[in-house]
């Protein structure tokens, strides 16, 4: 089931110079800094966010 994994987001590209959009959506998943990790459910909402930065970010599917 989708609701059972969780997906580890970590930002590797800085987000100077990038439309304030995709900075505050860096915020919105809990990102701070260059290179900080954070783990989200794997939710619809959440893909949402990370295709609109995925240019900034690596995503790894964990299981539980």
Do not use: C, F, W, Y
């Not at 580890?8 to 800094?33: F, H």
């Not at 240019?55 to 539980?64: A, G």
Request: proline letters at 2%.
């Amino acid at each position: 089931m989708m609701a059972d994994r969780k997906l580890r987001i970590t930002q590797v590209k800085s987000a100077i110079g990038r439309q304030e959009v995709q900075k505050l959506t860096l915020e919105a998943l809990g990102i701070k800094r260059l290179n900080q990790t954070v783990v989200h459910r794997d939710r619809p909402e959440i893909r949402g966010m990370i295709n609109r930065v995925a240019h900034l970010l690596e995503v790894e599917e964990v299981d539980k």
